[in-house]
């Protein structure tokens, strides 16, 4: 062998014995990333504003043939009260929790407990709301819903979304663990599921501002956002970032929060690459949503505020859908013409 294949050699093999006795490993790259999973969810499941959710709404409560689990912010609509009194009657396990501190649910709790409904209050501190908006039927489809059931919450700008796969078997689990929370008897929810994985990600509490950051984090082109309020400063500077690496963040919120939270949108558009456009006033903006680059989005139950995230019972949900997405990007860009800068 010459002598300088010999030394080459040599030192290849003096480098390796080095590296392994530091402690060192070589890393080889994957040839192939692996993809990331998306969700079977059909824009179908999805439903824009009041006729669409509230009719969906009846028809899922109507079909019920052994369980309705419910979790509502506020609820005093008549037609779905007398709704679940019948369904109730009819031998159906009818359970229902509701935040304590909301006006309409006082005389609805007192009407579906006269009537032997099970029904509790969310058992939350002074000052925190639960705004988990669930309608889960027979433990196999679920309602993730954007509107309070009261006349205003049907008639704001919003979406439900309907699961149907492993999620709405989530949701079952996550409402048993609130209502174990409420009157510590669990529910007879099954450990496992045998519906279809369909890659959706429910989150609870401090776990929704995680998920909304981790989505807008791994954004490539655009964020598009609709809230009626985002002041949440860890939520703020990730959009400022993201907008900085060159993301298409677009903004609609409230016309209200113009003078409410004039800072934090000061802070927005001072870096000179987010759009923030103003929902008319004529209609209320319920709708709390982030389509990430056009293919997944998350909707969450409430305003991106610290106070929300911090202290108040929330749920978000997060779905890696493109087709789903194609939707919402529509209603999206129709939102954005008719909102003013």
């Given at each position: 062998?010459?002598?300088?294949?010999?030394?080459?050699?040599?030192?290849?093999?003096?480098?390796?014995?080095?590296?392994?006795?530091?402690?060192?490993?070589?890393?080889?790259?994957?040839?192939?990333?692996?993809?990331?999973?998306?969700?079977?969810?059909?824009?179908?499941?999805?439903?824009?504003?009041?006729?669409?959710?509230?009719?969906?709404?009846?028809?899922?409560?109507?079909?019920?043939?052994?369980?309705?689990?419910?979790?509502?912010?506020?609820?005093?609509?008549?037609?779905?009260?007398?709704?679940?009194?019948?369904?109730?009657?009819?031998?159906?396990?009818?359970?229902?929790?509701?935040?304590?501190?909301?006006?309409?649910?006082?005389?609805?709790?007192?009407?579906?407990?006269?009537?032997?409904?099970?029904?509790?209050?969310?058992?939350?501190?002074?000052?925190?709301?639960?705004?988990?908006?669930?309608?889960?039927?027979?433990?196999?489809?679920?309602?993730?819903?954007?509107?309070?059931?009261?006349?205003?919450?049907?008639?704001?700008?919003?979406?439900?979304?309907?699961?149907?796969?492993?999620?709405?078997?989530?949701?079952?689990s996550l409402y048993s663990k609130d209502w174990e929370f409420?009157?510590?008897?669990?529910?007879?929810?099954?450990?496992?599921?045998?519906?279809?994985?369909?890659?959706?990600?429910?989150?609870?509490?401090?776990?929704?501002?995680?998920?909304?950051?981790?989505?807008?984090?791994?954004?490539?082109?655009?964020?598009?956002?609709?809230?009626?309020?985002?002041?949440?400063?860890?939520?703020?500077?990730?959009?400022?970032?993201?907008?900085?690496?060159?993301?298409?963040?677009?903004?609609?919120?409230?016309?209200?929060?113009?003078?409410?939270?004039?800072?934090?949108?000061?802070?927005?558009?001072?870096?000179?690459?987010?759009?923030?456009?103003?929902?008319?006033?004529?209609?209320?903006?319920?709708?709390?949503?982030?389509?990430?680059?056009?293919?997944?989005?998350?909707?969450?139950?409430?305003?991106?505020?610290?106070?929300?995230?911090?202290?108040?019972?929330?749920?978000?949900?997060?779905?890696?859908?493109?087709?789903?997405?194609?939707?919402?990007?529509?209603?999206?860009?129709?939102?954005?013409?008719?909102?003013?800068?």
């Amino acid at each position: 062998m010459p002598k300088r294949s010999f030394y080459l050699i040599t030192s290849f093999f003096l480098l390796l014995s080095l590296l392994f006795l530091n402690g060192c490993t070589i890393k080889v790259p994957k040839p192939f990333a692996k993809p990331a999973p998306t969700s079977s969810l059909s824009p179908e499941a999805l439903f824009l504003d009041n006729d669409a959710i509230y009719n969906r709404t009846l028809s899922l409560i109507q079909a019920a043939q052994s369980s309705i689990y419910i979790e509502q912010f506020e609820f005093d609509d008549p037609r779905l009260i007398q709704l679940l009194l019948d369904k109730s009657h009819a031998g159906l396990d009818v359970r229902i929790l509701l935040d304590q501190w909301q006006k309409p649910n006082w005389a609805t709790l007192d009407q579906l407990k006269s009537q032997n409904v099970s029904v509790q209050y969310y058992p939350a501190q002074k000052g925190q709301s639960d705004h988990a908006k669930l309608l889960i039927v027979d433990q196999d489809k679920a309602l993730i819903s954007g509107p309070s059931w009261t006349a205003k919450g049907f008639q704001a700008h919003d979406l439900a979304i309907e699961l149907s796969g492993k999620s709405a078997w989530k949701a079952a689990s996550l409402y048993s663990k609130d209502w174990e929370f409420t009157t510590t008897f669990p529910l007879n929810v099954p450990k496992t599921t045998t519906l279809p994985e369909d890659n959706i990600t429910l989150a609870t509490n401090a776990n929704v501002k995680q998920q909304l950051l981790e989505q807008i984090s791994s954004s490539t082109k655009s964020i598009w956002i609709e809230n009626s309020e985002i002041t949440e400063p860890d939520v703020v500077q990730a959009l400022l970032d993201a907008a900085g690496k060159g993301r298409d963040v677009r903004i609609i919120v409230d016309s209200s929060v113009a003078t409410q939270t004039p800072v934090t949108l000061e802070k927005l558009k001072a870096s000179g690459k987010i759009t923030i456009r103003y929902y008319p006033q004529q209609t209320s903006l319920g709708i709390r949503l982030a389509i990430i680059d056009g293919s997944s989005f998350l909707m969450s139950s409430s305003e991106w505020t610290r106070y929300c995230f911090v202290v108040d019972h929330e749920l978000s949900i997060t779905v890696p859908s493109p087709a789903a997405s194609a939707k919402l990007t529509q209603m999206f860009q129709q939102d954005w013409e008719k909102s003013k800068p």
